[in-house]
């Protein structure tokens, strides 16, 4: 048996968070590694679609000492400039990552971790999970009931329209992937049914501005996390119905209907080969409403308090998403009307290599702001992990600096604890 | 009109509701419940349905009394109308379920009501139950509530209640929703 090999710390996954935190550890001088499944910026180069650009603009993503320097502060960037942006921060940072390392298991030894790799083990006082919230498609429990007859693919596999067989495609979900998905799978000719459940409606610009500006500016992003009226909500929340494009569209139902697409209820069971589709589809539009509508009250009040009133676009409100009179609630998915189906129904993290027992009867990881219960270990880039802004690679760098003190603190003490140890035993 | 110096109260003691979602997410086990209804044939299509026990917090429990609840049929279908139809206490069900919601939701944002009524329709194809045309369902065609409600808030406000007490209801749920149904002779 090889012995393993030491550090202080050891990073999980070398995305905009484990970057941004290895770079925060660096600061510190606390020596670390980086261990990586794949390459930096994994799953932005292998599980996302081709047309994909991120959903917050190219100022926004400002990591720990980097930032955009472009010509196009305003613009969105593709997946090659999102991968290209990430690759030159690891290398600008000088990340010490270890690619084509996928972690088999992380346990307890001694007052440390082991974690164990297909390239050999590490020993190291702590560990910080930056593995992703989006590792593992979420699907409803009667998906392996659809017909034999469907296809059936997960936005990971996703890539383009002509991927897909002619015809019919039910899109399951309405989130910012579900309904760019919708958009470009229904020009590509192929009609497309979007069944909606819970969504979060938000126009692209609002008087005049990027609604990420509107939020960054009115601090909606840093709303923080042991403020929130119920966490665990917050967190599970499906991402805004955004997409980031040239033309700055926003992408709502109102948009959709115009191309087209229909829109069914939240996808409830299949029952003798029928698809069967929940009435509630009026009161989920409701919802969605209100809540942009609060949102823009909030951004009006911060304008106002911040004097922008007058040099700026007036307030303005959006027309009602539009609902059938009564949209379907049963669909014949043996008639041939539908050929694929898309499940944009959310992701789950994977945890199934973390031996520490820390997770909760749902396997989610316990944890506060980013800090787990079990001494010196961490976990970063998850939806409101800290603020709002967590879910965005722009919240990676206040997260990182957070979480890089207290673990620099939880070293000190355990060097502390381990010097008054030693003392007490020579006495 | 301002109440702002009276404290807001429809009645919900929103603070045991609160202890209760706090007590039973750490006990999941103990937010298990089972809802039971009995119901005897009496004549014709008038039955008396009695509820009194149910299953919860890990025991049997009670209603303080037994309720009992006739249905029947009206005239034109030659019943007795002995009672509402059952579909209508459907309705019933549906509506006291958001309305139950709405006091609640509106208690915990603070909001004093001052009257709520709700109406509720639903198209009903007869061709169905009575087999005439199969592709018409037993079923309603629809729903519609409409809520009367006054309460010192914005309309906004009021709307943002009815729309979260429907996505809480129970009854909502299990209307807009399939259920498995099973039933048995013993």
Redesign the interface.
């Known amino acids: 048996m090889t012995g393993a090999t030491q550090a202080t710390a050891v990073i999980l996954g070398a995305g905009h968070a484990g970057l941004a935190m290895s770079r925060c550890l660096a600061d510190r001088s606390i020596d670390h590694v980086v261990l990586e499944r794949g390459e930096v910026a994994n799953s932005w180069k292998k599980e996302r679609w081709d047309s994909l650009r991120l959903l917050t603009p190219n100022w926004q993503s400002r990591l720990p000492g980097y930032r955009y320097e472009g010509d196009d502060p305003d613009g969105f960037r593709t997946m090659a400039e999102t991968i290209r942006y990430l690759e030159r921060y690891a290398e600008v940072i000088d990340a010490p990552v270890r690619t084509q390392t996928t972690v088999t298991c992380v346990s307890r030894r001694g007052e440390g971790y082991e974690v164990k790799t297909d390239r050999g083990a590490w020993r190291c006082r702590a560990v910080v999970i930056a593995t992703g919230a989006c590792s593992i498609p979420r699907l409803p429990g009667f998906a392996d009931a659809l017909p034999p007859c469907l296809d059936r693919v997960t936005p990971q596999q996703y890539r383009n329209p002509d991927q897909l067989a002619p015809g019919g495609v039910l899109v399951v979900g309405a989130s910012a992937t579900g309904t760019q998905i919708a958009e470009e799978v229904h020009r590509s000719g192929r009609p497309v049914t979007l069944a909606v459940g819970e969504h979060i409606r938000v126009p692209r610009t609002y008087r005049g501005r990027d609604i990420e500006w509107w939020m960054d500016a009115a601090g909606v992003l840093d709303d923080p996390y042991d403020a929130a009226d119920n966490l665990e909500r917050v967190r599970s929340l499906p991402s805004l119905q955004l997409a980031g494009s040239d033309d700055r569209r926003s992408v709502d139902l109102n948009h959709l209907r115009e191309l087209g697409v229909r829109f069914v209820g939240r996808f409830a069971g299949i029952r003798d080969g029928h698809a069967l589709f929940a009435g509630s589809l009026r009161n989920m539009c409701a919802l969605s409403d209100l809540k942009m509508n609060r949102l823009l009250d909030r951004i009006d009040e911060w304008a106002l308090q911040a004097g922008l009133d007058g040099q700026i676009d007036p307030p303005h409100r959006f027309e009602p998403t539009r609902v059938d009179a009564s949209p379907p609630i049963d669909m014949d998915l043996d008639s041939g009307e539908i050929r694929t189906v898309v499940w944009a129904t959310g992701y789950r993290p994977d945890y199934s290599w973390l031996k520490v027992p820390v997770l909760d009867r749902k396997a989610r990881l316990v944890h506060d702001g980013g800090v787990v219960r079990e001494p010196g270990l961490y976990v970063i880039g998850l939806p409101y992990l800290r603020r709002l802004r967590s879910s965005l690679i722009d919240g990676a760098a206040a997260d990182a600096a957070f979480l890089s003190a207290h673990l620099a603190g939880y070293l000190d003490g355990q060097k502390a604890t381990d010097q008054s140890a030693r003392a007490s035993m020579k006495v | 009109m301002s109440t702002a110096t009276q404290p807001v109260d429809n009645g919900v003691n929103v603070a045991a509701l609160l202890d209760a979602r706090e007590a039973l997410s750490k006990a999941?086990e103990a937010a298990q419940f089972t809802w039971r209804a009995s119901c005897e044939w009496v004549n014709g299509t008038h039955s008396r349905s009695t509820i009194q026990g149910f299953f919860g917090l890990g025991e049997e429990q009670r209603h303080k009394q037994a309720f009992t609840l006739d249905a029947d049929h009206p005239e034109v279908f030659a019943s007795e109308d002995n009672g509402a139809t059952p579909v209508e206490i459907v309705l019933a069900g549906l509506a006291s379920c958001l309305t139950a919601g709405v006091a609640s939701v509106a208690q915990n944002r603070n909001i004093q009501l001052k009257s709520v009524k709700a109406t509720l329709e639903a198209g009903m194809d007869l061709q169905g139950i009575l087999g005439i045309d199969s592709d018409v369902r037993n079923g309603f065609?629809?729903i519609k509530v409409t809520y009367d409600i006054d309460a010192d808030a914005t309309k906004?406000e009021i709307?943002?209640i009815v729309?979260?007490s429907?996505?809480r209801s129970a009854v909502?749920d299990v209307?807009?929703?399939?259920t498995n149904v099973t039933v048995v002779v013993a």
């Open positions: 999941p065609q629809g906004e709307e943002a729309a979260q429907q996505k909502y209307i807009t929703n399939p």
